[in-house]
């Protein structure tokens, strides 16, 4: 070991950094600081020897949050320098007495950090038995000391070291990756074993399907479905060939924005109500039903084995595909043999649930779900054909007026105004399901109707109004008049009594008295002096507090205002009475308090005084603003402002000498502010119910009370002693 | 250069290896006696012919033999007796009866011991602060009262005394021409046994002692023309190393989790044994250089990372 020489100016360094940490009190020590300690240690060992006594003095403070800063730059030091292992387990029974408070040693408050630092101890404690245990043993021998005799328990510990705190997180790292190697394996098996079930699955529903719907390269099938379809849509419509094979026009309208051009056929125009073939058609395939196939007696038995297979593609299969791909895509890459291996197994998944996706659209798409799943007789999608009913056309006219729409109607209105006249508009209209064409003549017969009907309605209602308006129009006119003159008031409940007489009360009969009203005299009715009291107002009355107290308003010999509000008497300056801007006084004062208080100050003071009201008029003359930043600079005044001009008339020191006169604005932002520390505190005793307690208990003036009460009681025994003496 | 050249004597090169080991000595790391007692060990011995066997008694009232070359272990449970009479009464191993009652002490005697050079003279220190010597072939047995002034009163004068407190520990030097004393004043004390003076050899103010129970301080094995020295256990759960002429401190072993109130002395190996309240029996050993070597390997190195 190389002499230990002080370098004097380092070991200032170091105490200066070490008194910082260990004072902030925070619960993590500043790295930066922690660093410029380090870097001065690893200079020298004397440096560490330095920094090891600086340290312990810090945590013979009686102050955990101290301590507990202490402990932590201990922590940060003993995994780093041997010097300071050395040293530090020579003396280890005497940092555990003072981190963890063996020996019967007890920690010092705040609680919340003495816990911390025992935790912080001890966890260090095991973590070095682990490392140096074998080296040191008077770590190992503390280590049992804690355990045998304190009875720690030391698993379960948070790692607080850097060491290892990243042993524990490369075991999560292991064990977490084995588990999935594991997942990874069992997945592997279970693809080899299911995959062959589920493509079985998915090659039975892609034959049903086969069975249940067109295809479209099959051209007579393609020519059967147009021909079947042509009564309602006989056209030449361009939709993709693919999307024909799922899915069958439900029905068109008449939009003006739509996309595909008619091409021909007048015909077609004709027989699909259809204006003209300048229309553009948009073919809005019906989401809830794409598939026109229903379920029928011959292709029953399809349905069910599509069924089953669905069921058991949504509740096993799926659920699983999706699992695997999970299970897949978190699995460790990797290279050579198992990445082939991999790469296959994840192909065979993708396709897999691209297959069992699609089987399963599709039989969603054929109507087969979970709410279908029993087959035609549960099922209510047939129901939908019953909405239809027999409606008059009024009626469904007004309707659409309403804006209500058929149901069955996917269609978009017509626009309101057609370019061009409907061909045939008369047949369409009697046609319940037909909107676009009717929607007009709706409107007009609305109109027709109201128009028809105005002439005998308004008329009655009319002449009934006059009728009336004739009868009650002295009425009407009283009436007004009384209500320019009503009162308005809010809603109570007297208003549901204000004009009664009487009121009558317990109309049953039975009973004469009721347990609020009061006892009847016989007549069932409540009693006059009732009625009037519940005709009585309730109002809730707040008497309203002066808002603004005012301010003392005493010139001050700083030139300010005294800033003090009190309601009747300031304490330093007697009686608040109005003053105006400079501090003069408005009215003559009642008492002499305040003249006594002002003639207690000097001469020179009070010639200080008046000149600088004479200067304040003077400038107020002048210019409006100095006197409303004099007005700024006044609200700025502090307490101390006060003080000192009391301090002053009372011929006292004052509190900051250093502060100058008529710079008080400036010398209270130059105030310096202690640098804000964490610390708690201890010296204070706290806030506890028993200190509260006996703030009152313990006080003057219930000691004298309680006092005086033990005297009452005293002569009054001596008293009392007097008068039973008998025949004395 | 002198012990290449063989010139050295033996008894020289053993005097001087001797105390360097002891000035070496520390908390062995490697070896460890299991824990045996549930009470605090009180008082431990090693027996002098083999040196092989390691006695404790423990508050818990059990005695355990240890056997320090293989951890075998024997367990004898006898029951504790304590005396707080201010007589001394030998007994006769072979008749297990009471042979001699010394009286003249008026406190509890918390020491006594033989000494090593006349087989008949004993010394004993007790709770009226005296220190007594003792001839036990002698009806008036008592020889003379220790006295801490050196004052020209009679030996056997009632103001001598040893101490200003308690004396709980009394140890003859090996060679039989000392006798150490210590005592609830925090002091120990050295005295000249031919001429019954206090040699005022000055132990410094670091001893603790305030349990009243037997404490002796350890004497290492004394040799001609090197220091010797006293391991004296104190009550801040460290040991003491002085040298016992000059009374300067050597070293402190720390390492003890309880207060320590035994030590033993192992010749062969030069170990000592402390036996602390902790239920403990700690081995201190000289560092041995090999085994050092292999363990320090990892603990030695700073591991100041190059950021700092």
């Known amino acids: 070991m190389q002499p ?25 020590l500043d ?15 004397a440096n560490v020897k330095a920094t090891y006594e600086l340290l312990m ?13 202490s402990t932590q730059l201990i922590a940060e030091l003993f995994q ?26 007890t920690l010092p408050p705040p609680i919340l950090f003495a816990e911390k630092t025992k935790q912080l101890a001890i966890s260090l404690t095991n973590e070095w038995n682990a490392k140096y245990g074998a080296v040191y043993k008077q770590i190992a021998l503390g280590y049992e000391f804690l355990r045998y005799h304190l009875k720690v328990d030391f698993t379960n510990l948070v790692p607080v070291t850097e060491e290892a705190r990243s042993a524990e997180q490369r075991a999560q790292e292991e064990m977490s990756r084995r588990l999935r190697q594991k997942r990874f394996e069992k997945v592997t098996r279970e693809i080899e074993e299911k995959a062959e079930d589920i493509q079985d699955n998915l090659r039975k529903m892609d034959s049903c399907f086969d069975i249940l719907v067109p295809k479209l390269d099959d051209e007579a099938v393609l020519s059967a479905v147009f021909n079947a379809s042509a009564g309602n849509n006989h056209g030449d419509v361009s939709v993709d060939a693919e999307e024909m094979e799922n899915e069958e026009i439900e029905g068109e309208g008449s939009n003006a924005d739509s996309e595909t051009p008619m091409q021909h056929d007048p015909l077609g125009v004709f027989e699909n109500a259809l204006g003209s073939n300048r229309y553009k058609l948009t073919i809005n395939v019906n989401k809830d039903n794409p598939v026109d196939v229903e379920e029928s007696e011959e292709n029953s038995e399809v349905f069910t084995t599509l069924r089953e297979c669905y069921r058991l593609i949504v509740k096993k299969h799926w659920p699983m595909v999706m699992e695997w791909l999970d299970v897949l895509m978190k699995a460790d890459r990797e290279s050579g043999e198992r990445r082939q291996e991999y790469d296959r197994l994840l192909k065979l998944a993708i396709d897999l649930k691209k297959g069992v996706a699609d089987a399963k659209s599709k039989s969603e798409d054929l109507g087969v779900n979970m709410d279908t799943m029993y087959g ?14 027999q409606v008059d056309i009024s009626a469904t006219s007004a309707d659409k007026k309403k804006g209500k729409q058929p149901k069955n109607d996917t269609q978009k209105l017509a626009s309101a105004n057609p370019v061009f006249a409907m061909h045939g508009a008369e047949i369409l209209e009697d046609d319940p399901t037909y909107v676009g064409g009717t929607r007009t003549t709706a409107v007009r017969m609305a109109k027709q109707l109201t128009t028809a009907k105005s002439d005998n309605s308004s008329a009655t209602t009319r002449s009934a109004a006059y009728e009336s308006s004739t009868s009650t129009a002295e009425d009407e006119e009283s009436r007004k008049a009384l209500l320019a003159r009503a009162p308005v008031v809010p809603w109570d409940d007297d208003l549901a009594l204000w004009d009664k007489k009487e009121m009558a009360f317990n109309t049953s009969g039975l009973e004469f008295s009721h347990r609020f009203l009061g006892v009847g005299d016989g007549s069932n009715l409540v009693s006059q002096a009732t009625l009037d009291r519940m005709k009585m107002r309730t109002r809730i009355y707040n008497p309203e507090l002066p808002k603004v107290i005012k301010a003392c308003r005493f010139p001050m010999s700083n030139g300010k205002l005294c800033m003090r509000r009190d309601l009747v008497r300031c304490p330093y300056h007697g009686p608040v009475i109005p003053r105006d801007e400079f501090g003069q006084i408005q009215l003559p004062p009642e008492e002499g308090g305040f003249i006594q208080e002002e003639n207690m100050l000097d001469d020179v003071e009070e010639a200080d005084l008046i000149n600088r009201a004479v200067a304040a008029a003077s400038s107020s003359s002048s210019s409006f603003g100095t006197r409303s930043s004099s007005r700024l600079q006044k609200d700025t005044s502090t307490w101390e402002d006060i003080e000192d001009d009391v301090h002053q008339a009372l011929g006292l020191q004052k509190i900051e000498p250093k502060r100058k006169r008529g710079q008080a604005g400036g010398a209270a932002s130059k105030k310096k502010k202690k640098p804000a520390s964490a610390l ?49 | 250069m002198q012990m290449e050249l063989g010139i050295v004597r033996p008894a020289v090169f053993q005097r001087r290896y001797l105390a360097r080991r002891i000035l070496d000595i520390t908390l062995d790391p490697s070896t460890s006696i299991q824990r045996e007692h549930v009470g605090a060990v009180n008082t431990i011995d090693i027996e002098e012919a083999e040196g092989r066997y390691l006695l404790s008694g423990g508050g818990d009232g059990n005695i355990h033999v240890y056997d320090l070359e293989d951890s075998e272990r024997k367990e004898r449970r006898i029951i504790k007796t304590a005396s707080a009479d201010p007589r001394i009464r030998l007994c006769d191993l072979k008749s297990g009866a009471f042979t001699h009652s010394l ?24 709770t009226d602060t005296t220190v007594r010597l003792w001839d036990i072939r002698k009806s008036a047995a ?45 002091k120990m004390r050295l005295w000249d046994l031919y001429t019954g003076q206090n040699t005022l050899a000055n132990y410094g103010t670091m001893i603790r002692n305030q349990f009243v129970s037997n404490l002796t301080p350890l004497i290492s094995p004394m040799s001609m023309g090197s220091p010797t020295f006293v391991f004296h256990p104190s009550d801040d759960r460290s040991i003491l190393m002085f040298d016992l002429m000059d009374g300067s401190l050597v070293k402190r072993l720390t390492g003890s989790y309880g207060r320590v109130t035994a030590l033993a002395w192992r010749p062969r190996t030069q170990e000592i044994y402390s036996a602390g309240n902790d239920h403990d029996i700690l081995v201190w050993a000289p560092k041995s250089v090999d085994h050092e070597n292999a363990l320090k390997a990892i603990a030695d190195q700073d591991t100041w990372s190059d950021s700092d």
């Open chain 1, 4 to 28: 230990l020489q002080l370098n004097l100016e380092a070991r200032q360094n170091l105490s200066d950094l070490i008194l910082t940490i260990t004072k902030t009190g925070d619960l993590y």
């Open chain 1, 31 to 45: 790295p930066e600081q922690v660093k410029q300690v380090k870097s001065i240690c690893k200079k020298s060992d």
């Open chain 1, 57 to 69: 003095i810090q945590l013979q403070r009686k102050h955990a949050q101290i301590r507990y800063s």
């Open chain 1, 80 to 105: 780093r320098s041997h010097v300071f292992r050395e040293l530090l387990v020579a003396d280890y029974s005497i940092f555990l007495q003072l981190t963890v408070g063996i020996h019967q040693n």
């Open chain 1, 376 to 389: 035609l007789h549960e099922n209510n999608s047939d129901e939908d054909d019953e909405e239809f009913e």
């Open chain 1, 680 to 728: 708690i505190n201890i010296s204070k005793p706290p806030d506890s119910a028993r200190a509260r307690l006996l703030k009152h208990v313990a006080s003057k003036a219930s000691k004298d009370s309680v006092e005086q009460d033990q005297r009452g009681e005293r002569s009054e025994l001596t008293r009392n002693s007097r008068l039973n003496r008998w025949g004395s």
């Open chain 2, 103 to 126: 009286s003249g002490h008026r406190g509890t005697v918390l020491s006594v011991d033989w000494s090593p050079r006349h087989e008949y003279l004993l010394a004993s220190g007790s």
């Open chain 2, 142 to 186: 008592c020889l003379c009262s220790l006295d801490l002034h050196n004052s020209n009163s009679p030996p056997l004068s009632e103001a001598n005394s040893a101490h200003t407190r308690t004396v709980n520990g009394v140890m003859f030097t090996p060679d039989g021409l000392h006798l150490v004393t210590t005592g609830h004043d925090d």
